[in-house]
C-alpha cells in the first residue's frame, strides 16, 4: 500500500491502538528493527561496517536490533553512546546486551582499533567534559572506519517525539555523525527521522544529522517531506500491526507494493497494438540526443510501438542513430501531426522554441493524452491558459527552473505550488526535484521515494518523458504513470550506483535507461 504521511500525534495514537489490542512493544522494536536493516541491505548488500550512534530510547533499541542483524550477516559493528547506560530504557539496554553478548570483550575503539571481535562500545557521552581534539578525533575516526569500502552510520540518537534544539551530548554526537560522512564519505542512515529535524514541520537544528537515507518507521512524517536536503532517500518500514485507519489520506508516499500492481502481467497472447502507438515529437539542430533517449525510455517502459518525428533538417542523423525498435519520420510542420494516428504524445525534449506557434497549436488542439516537458514547457509558459482549452489530457513534467516560468509560486513551499497550479489548470503534474512530486486535481499528493543527486545530468528527464507516455499507452493514467515512471526511473538510478559500479558523478541517463527493466521487475515482484 502507499504510506500515508503522518504527524507524530497520529503515529503515537497509532501506536496505542496497537498496544491496547495486545501487540507487544519489544515485538513491534524488533521488526522494525529487522525492517531498517532489510531496507538498508538493498544498497548495501556486502558486509563492511556500520556504526551505531544510539541515544536511550526506543529509537536506539531499533537501531541496536538492526545492527545485531547486520553482525549476524557478517558487517563489524560499532555502538557510540550518547548516554550512560543506567540513563538509558531497560529495553534499548537488553538490545545492547544482545550485542555484547556477541563479542568476547569490550574496546576502546579510540585506543585499541576496532578489533575482531565484530562489536565495538564506545561511551560517547563521557567526551563531553573533554572534547577530542581535531587530530584525536581524525585518529578515532580512522580506528573505527579503517579501510572499509562500505561504512554505513545509523543515527539512533533521537526519535519522532524529539524537537530542535538539539543539547548535548546529543548535539556532539549529530556533529561527529556529520563529520564523518563529510571527511570520511560514510554513508548515513537516519532511523525514523534525521536527529535534530522535526518530525511535523521540518524545521532543522543548525547541527541536524545530514541523512543519505531515512528508514521512517510505520509511516512517513510529515517533516520528512518538507523543502529541504538533509533527509536523503527515504524507505518506509511496513508493521502490519500498525494500521492507517480507513480515512483518505491526502498524501501519500509512494512506494513499490503500491505501485506493482498497476502494472499487471501482460496475457500469453497480447499482442503490440495493446500498448500503446507513442508519437515522440522531440530534437531539433543540435539536440537530437533528446530525441533519442526520449524514444529509448518509451521503448523501455513497454510502449507497443515508437513513432519519433523530427524537423526535415535532422531527419538523416536521427534515422541514423536511433533505436532499431522505432521508426522515424520527417516533419515539415508541427501542424501535420494532428492527422497521425498516435495513442499517446511525447512532446518537447530539445525541440527548440522556433515553432512555438506550431507547438502550441499541437498542445492545445491534440486530442491524444499527452506528456509535456522540456521546451514543449517553455513555449507553453507564454501562453499558459490554453491548459484550459486543451482537446485532451495533459501531463506536465517541469523541473524547478521550468515551473517557476510556468507559475509564480513566490514563497510557496513546493507541494502548494503543485497544488494550487493544478487547481488552475485541469491537468496531471510531475513536478521534478530531489522529492518529486505528482499532484492531480482531487488525488492525494504523491511523493517519490526513489532517485539519487546523481539524476542532476542531462538527458534524465527525457528518458523519464519517454517513459511516462510508455505507461500512458499501456492503460494507465497520466497521474498513476507519472507516478511509476518517477519510481522506476529512480530506482534505476539507484541501482546504477549501488549494485553496478556508478557514481553520482559518472551516472548517466543511458545507465538508467539499462537499469529500467531491474527496476520494473522489483516492482512485479513487491509484496502487495
Known amino acids: 500500500m502507499d504510506s500515508p504521511i503522518f504527524t507524530s500525534t497520529q503515529m503515537r495514537g497509532t501506536e496505542q491502538v496497537a498496544f491496547a489490542s495486545g501487540v507487544d512493544v519489544e515485538a513491534l522494536m524488533n521488526q522494525a528493527g529487522a525492517g531498517v536493516a532489510q531496507a538498508i541491505a538493498k544498497f548495501f548488500p556486502h558486509p563492511g561496517k556500520c556504526i551505531v550512534f544510539s ?42 546486551d544482545a550485542l555484547r553478548r556477541a563479542r568476547s570483550e ?21 567526551e563531553v567534559g573533554d572534547h577530542l581534539s581535531a587530530e584525536q578525533d581524525a585518529i578515532a ?32 554526537a549529530c556533529r561527529h555523525i556529520n563529520q564523518l560522512r563529510e571527511k570520511k564519505k560514510a554513508y ?4 525514523d527521522l534525521p536527529t535534530g529535524l522535526d518530525g511535523d514541520s521540518g524545521e532543522t537544528d543548525p547541527d541536524c544529522v545530514v541523512a543519505d537515507f531515512t528508514v521512517t518507521i510505520g509511516f512517513a512524517k510529515h517533516g520528512l517531506l518538507a ?61 537530437i540526443g533528446a530525441a533519442l533517449m526520449t524514444a529509448q525510455g518509451a521503448l523501455r517502459a513497454g510502449a507497443g510501438l515508437v513513432e519519433v518525428f523530427v524537423p526535415e533538417e535532422i531527419y538523416p542523423i536521427v534515422a541514423a542513430s ?57 513555449v507553453l509558459s507564454e ?59 482531487s488525488r492525494p499528493l504523491s511523493y517519490n521515494s526513489t532517485g539519487n543527486p546523481g539524476m542532476a545530468s542531462g538527458g534524465m528527464g527525457d528518458v523519464l518523458t519517454g517513459v511516462c507516455a510508455g505507461l500512458v499507452g499501456q492503460g494507465l493514467s497520466l497521474y498513476d504513470a507519472a507516478r511509476v515512471g518517477a519510481w522506476v526511473c529512480g530506482r534505476a538510478a539507484e541501482m546504477s550506483i549501488f549494485q553496478s559500479g556508478q557514481s553520482e558523478e559518472s551516472l548517466l541517463s543511458r545507465d538508467v535507461l539499462n537499469h529500467l527493466g531491474n527496476a520494473f521487475n522489483e516492482l512485479h515482484n513487491s509484496p502487495v
Open 55 to 96: 541515544g536511550k530510547g526506543h529509537n536506539a533499541g531499533d537501531a541496536l536490533v538492526a545492527a545485531e542483524c547486520f553482525r549476524r550477516r557478517g558487517w563489524k559493528i560499532e555502538v557510540r553512546l550518547a548516554f550512560k547506560e543506567s540513563d538509558c530504557s531497560e529495553l534499548m539496554r537488553k538490545k545492547l
Open 227 to 287: 523543502d529541504n536536503a538533509l533527509v536523503g532517500l527515504i524507505e518506509v518500514v511496513s508493521l502490519p500491526d500498525l494500521k492507517p485507519g480507513k480515512a483518505t489520506p491526502n498524501e501519500l508516499l509512494a512506494s513499490a507494493n503500491s505501485l506493482g500492481p498497476l502494472l499487471p502481467r501482460r496475457k500469453f497472447g497480447a499482442y503490440k497494438n495493446q500498448f500503446g502507438r507513442i508519437g515522440v515529437v522531440a530534437g531539433s539542430k543540435g539536440f
Open 106 to 126: 569490550i574496546r576502546d575503539a579510540i585506543t585499541s582499533g576496532s578489533g575482531d571481535t565484530g562489536v565495538t562500545l564506545v561511551e560517547l557521552w563521557a
Open 141 to 172: 575516526a580512522e580506528a573505527y572506519l579503517g579501510t572499509a569500502s562500505r561504512t554505513i552510520i545509523l543515527d539512533g540518537l533521537l526519535g519522532l517525539g524529539a524537537k530542535p534544539p538539539l543539547r548535548d551530548p546529543v548535539r556532539m
Open 383 to 441: 501562453k499558459i491558459d490554453i491548459l484550459k482549452q486543451c482537446r485532451g489530457p495533459r501531463l506536465l513534467t517541469p523541473h524547478p527552473g521550468e515551473m517557476k516560468r510556468l507559475f509564480d509560486f513566490a514563497k510557496m513551499s513546493r507541494a502548494h505550488a503543485a497544488r494550487n497550479f493544478c487547481e488552475q489548470y485541469p491537468i496531471a503534474l510531475l513536478l521534478k526535484g530531489s522529492r518529486t512530486i505528482v499532484c492531480e486535481r
Open 322 to 378: 536511433a533505436p532499431q525498435e522505432s521508426m522515424v519520420k520527417p516533419v515539415q510542420t508541427y501542424r501535420d501531426l494532428l492527422d497521425e494516428k498516435i495513442d499517446i504524445w511525447a512532446l518537447g525534449p530539445g525541440l527548440g522554441k522556433s515553432r512555438g506557434a506550431e507547438i502550441l497549436n499541437l498542445i492545445e488542439d491534440a486530442e491524444q493524452p499527452m506528456v509535456v516537458d522540456a521546451d514543449g514547457l517553455n
Open 188 to 191: 548515513v542512515v537516519a532511523v
